[in-house]
């Protein structure tokens, strides 16, 4: 059990960090989109 604990814990703590990278791509597409937009 508690093995089971300790990777749903390392899991959600590994999606956490995917979810900021993400995120942090899609701010940087948007703000490429808008300057594309702008010209």
């Known amino acids: 059990m508690e ?15 995917k979810l900021e990278e993400l995120s ?3 701010q940087r597409l948007r703000e490429n989109d808008g300057k594309e937009n702008q010209k």
């Open 3 to 17: 093995d089971l604990i300790k990777t749903i814990e390392t899991f959600l703590a590994y999606s956490d960090e």
């Open 24 to 26: 942090e791509k899609n």
